[in-house]
């Protein structure tokens, strides 16, 4: 890492870590010394072609670079590939590789093979999304459920009067949108989950009718499965289907650009509002035209980086301090706040 990279990592990582993480936690204060080499980690993420994961893999190298590690990078073709990511992690502990650090595409699925790993002394550590095995040494993302709520706060100030929203997930049984739509869903009602009361629309499928005294009507809720042209698809739907929509929401960087094209190519940006995740350069084009509102910004450098820190601490025996939960925070990116030099490395810490 060079110098003025490693200056701008190192306020980063100040800005975006919660107050109750000390440095001494996170590893950051001091660096150990490499006296020999620390063997091979496999880092395990979601999916190819995606800006956020290109950021988690040079965030992990940056850190096997400092601690004298290989890093094995393997990503499915797409996040919903629990199969594939089954036998990358067979293969790393085939590998006897010193840790796994793996952005899970499931909350479940994974857990047997993980314990395989973790039984033969192999630590396991969560990035991004968690996985409900217990085995696993640590968790470094976002609060997702959070994360939904500032994107919810924001809808509140372009909306203040309420209307019609649509939401559009990546992926449903993943443990990133489920948690991103209820803590938004929970910020709109105030304090609990808005209850669904079903009626039928003019497909035949159930919609949210609205709810007494809330300004907020959630008029559909879909999936893409992460697919970006699903996503432009079921944007246009629902654009046509409910004409009053006045913004829709994407949980993350598939879903989001899917919405904005549909919205720009239907001639409303603008007019529907489009607030998102995370920030591609095909994104950050977005919101410099207008077409994307607002979009929450999480911190995958610093996913890939600790994760690589906290593989070290775990190969050394030196696990005390450790959280088991690390929580990264999120920064709401907006036309206004897009070229702020901390919010320009956030968005891509490959190229700055």
Not at 96 to 117: F, H, M, Q, R, Y
């Amino acid at each position: 890492m060079s110098g003025d990279t490693g200056r701008k990592f190192r306020s980063a990582v100040l800005a975006v870590l919660t107050l109750s993480v000390s440095l001494s936690a996170v590893g950051c204060s001091h660096e150990k010394p490499v006296t020999e080499y620390g063997g091979e980690i496999a880092v395990i993420c979601k999916a190819q072609g995606v800006q956020f994961w290109d950021a988690v893999r040079r965030g992990a190298e940056d850190g096997a670079e400092e601690l004298n590690y290989t890093i094995n990078y393997q990503a499915t073709s797409n996040d919903t590939e629990l199969n594939a990511q089954i036998k990358m992690v067979e293969e790393a502990i085939d590998n006897n590789v010193s840790a796994i650090v793996i952005a899970p595409n499931d909350t479940e699925g994974l857990n047997v093979t993980l314990d395989k790993a973790v039984s033969k002394g192999i630590p396991v550590i969560t990035v991004d999304s968690d996985v409900t095995y217990e085995g696993r040494l640590a968790y470094i993302g976002s609060d997702n459920v959070s994360a939904g709520a500032v994107a919810a706060r924001e809808v509140m100030e372009q909306l203040p009067d309420g209307g019609d929203i649509a939401i559009i997930g990546h992926v449903e049984k993943s443990q990133t949108a489920i948690e991103r739509i209820n803590g938004f869903k929970e910020e709109l009602a105030g304090v609990e989950v808005q209850k669904e009361i079903p009626v039928e629309d003019m497909n035949g499928e159930m919609k949210n009718a609205k709810i007494p005294d809330s300004k907020y009507h959630i008029v559909a809720t879909k999936y893409c499965e992460n697919e970006l042209e699903t996503a432009n698809k079921q944007a246009k739907a629902i654009l046509q289907n409910y004409p009053d929509v006045k913004l829709i929401y994407g949980t993350n960087e598939n879903s989001t650009t899917g919405i904005c094209d549909a919205v720009a190519e239907m001639g409303k940006a603008g007019e529907v509002k489009v607030i998102g995740f995370n920030a591609s350069d095909k994104e950050v084009a977005y919101i410099q035209d207008g077409t994307l509102t607002g979009t929450i910004v999480q911190n995958p450098y610093n996913m890939g980086y600790l994760g690589v820190k906290y593989a070290d601490s775990a190969v050394h025996g030196d696990t005390s301090d450790l959280l088991p939960e690390l929580i990264t925070s999120v920064t709401l990116v907006t036309e206004e706040n897009l070229n702020n030099e901390d919010i320009r490395f956030l968005i891509n810490p490959v190229t700055n």
